[in-house]
């Protein structure tokens, strides 16, 4: 059982997908991008962004538009192809591509034949061995041909943001989707050949209650969701103007927030789930489960992952890559990105550099996220000490020598823990979702 001390949740913290944190980027040195896709060894994964959904949902922060504007897709499409074909000139043939995951918005948000004509391109110009393929899907967009284009592909990982299956919660966050609606995808992606289906769950959701949340996670285990991953809303309309259309007062207060999220984390693991991190849950056949057992977890801009490579390239605007020394995001605005493509220019100019300090301290802040324990420098020991003393007064967490754990008690608390070790945090005023 979580208990509640909220002095502890009152600062908002990253997410912590990487360290440093986009919030730290700032202007790259021209051409690091390109080096560091010249230099990229060993096993790379790519990820595509797709900025389009049918419907605009009113809770959603993501960089997304309506995929209505029939030209705006194909010139942003046309775009992506040629940064796909950049992108290529630049990998080494020695590198392996072993996995492809499809993001945005909603890869379903474009017509199939273009879907397909993307994964016709990644055959054409990569060295692929046996890529894993993942795709982000939207119920409401789904259609049965998809069914074939995932077969044809040969996508075996899915995620369907479900969000929640009350439907006076979700007409107000612009999401309506039937059960039968979610039935008829799940059938369709089984018979496509998925064999890992993630549900996107949510709390802290407007007009949601406990009630609400225990319908949605019983829903979700009956309907065999292999991963499930439960965030907690963050109502940010100062910076998602879309977010104003939810009203404030309807917002579950910080103490029920915790108390839903406790109680998703108690509900799936009595239910056969294996917690992965601190907000993930995967089936013991799952391979998030495997690398959670194994010790293997790590991090990165799709969060929780069992991937290994050390190279992500990111394609699309917005899209973030990630090397051992370097992190590259694309320009976010779709008509820049589409002219820098065009020009057969790759156009992720902001970033940061990473330090051996840096790669140091985001070692830590994985550790402590994926495995719940960490190895201390004896200058981070001194460093942190006085800020664990809450955590460890309280049983959150406890330093054995120069060994961090974080306790089953501490797991609500993870986020606020790792950002002790964010040597950035002390000079910058961003402010980022609550920790819990």
């Given at each position: 059982m979580w208990t509640y001390h909220p002095e502890l949740l009152a600062t908002p913290v990253p997410r912590y997908t990487s360290y440093p944190t986009a919030a730290d980027f700032g202007p790259l040195a021209q051409g690091a991008i390109e080096r560091a896709i010249a230099g990229a060894e060993g096993d790379v994964s790519l990820y595509l962004h797709i900025p389009f959904c049918e419907k605009i949902c009113y809770y959603c922060g993501c960089n997304t538009g309506a995929s209505g504007k029939r030209a705006r897709v194909e010139a942003y499409l046309a775009a992506l192809h040629q940064e796909l074909a950049t992108v290529a000139s630049l990998l080494p043939q020695a590198a392996r591509v072993r996995r492809i995951a499809f993001g945005g918005g909603s890869p379903n948000a474009i017509e199939p034949r273009e879907f397909m004509a993307l994964v016709e391109a990644l055959h054409a110009h990569f060295p692929l061995v046996a890529p894993e393929w993942s795709i982000e899907l939207d119920p409401r967009s789904l259609t049965a041909e998809w069914s074939h284009l995932v077969r044809e592909a040969g996508i075996t990982r899915a995620s369907m943001g479900v969000q929640t299956f009350a439907a006076h919660c979700q007409k107000a966050i612009g999401r309506e989707q039937p059960i039968g609606m979610i039935c008829r995808s799940i059938d369709w992606l089984r018979s496509g050949g998925v064999t890992s289906l993630n549900f996107d769950l949510m709390y802290g959701l407007p007009h949601q209650t406990m009630v609400d949340l225990l319908d949605s996670l019983e829903h979700t285990r009956m309907l065999g969701a292999d991963r499930v991953a439960v965030f907690g809303y963050a109502h940010v309309p100062h910076m998602v103007p879309r977010q104003t259309m939810i009203p404030e007062d309807a917002l579950?207060?910080?103490?029920?927030?915790?108390?839903?999220?406790?109680?998703?984390?108690?509900?799936?693991?009595?239910?056969?789930?294996?917690?992965?991190?601190?907000?993930?849950?995967?089936?013991?056949?799952?391979?998030?489960?495997?690398?959670?057992?194994?010790?293997?977890?790590?991090?990165?801009?799709?969060?929780f992952t069992d991937d290994c490579a050390e190279v992500l390239i990111g394609m699309g605007a917005t899209a973030i890559s990630g090397f051992p020394g370097l992190l590259a995001q694309n320009e976010k605005?779709?008509?820049?990105?589409?002219?820098?493509?065009?020009?057969?220019?790759?156009?992720?100019?902001?970033?940061?550099?990473?330090?051996?300090?840096?790669?140091?301290?985001?070692?830590?802040?994985?550790?402590?996220?994926?495995?719940?324990?960490?190895?201390?420098?004896?200058?981070?020991?001194?460093?942190?000490?006085?800020?664990?003393?809450?955590?460890?007064?309280?049983?959150?967490?406890?330093?054995?020598?120069?060994?961090?754990?974080?306790?089953?008690?501490?797991?609500?608390?993870?986020?606020?823990?790792?950002?002790?070790?964010?040597?950035?945090?002390?000079?910058?005023?961003?402010?980022?979702?609550?920790?819990?």
């Open positions: 579950p207060g910080a103490e029920a927030r915790f108390a839903m999220a406790a109680k998703a984390h108690e509900f799936l693991t009595a239910g056969g789930y294996a917690a992965v991190g601190f907000d993930h849950f995967a089936l013991p056949h799952d391979a998030l489960a495997k690398a959670t057992h194994d010790g293997t977890l790590r991090r990165n801009f799709q969060g605005h779709n008509g820049r990105y589409r002219a820098l493509s065009a020009e057969g220019r790759l156009s992720a100019s902001h970033g940061i550099i990473r330090s051996p300090e840096d790669r140091l301290r985001g070692e830590v802040i994985t550790a402590l996220l994926c495995r719940h324990e960490a190895a201390l420098s004896p200058c981070l020991i001194a460093e942190a000490r006085p800020r664990l003393a809450p955590y460890i007064a309280r049983g959150l967490a406890s330093l054995d020598g120069n060994i961090l754990r974080i306790m089953p008690g501490g797991l609500p608390y993870a986020r606020g823990i790792a950002a002790l070790f964010d040597s950035y945090r002390a000079v910058t005023r961003r402010r980022f979702s609550s920790a819990i």
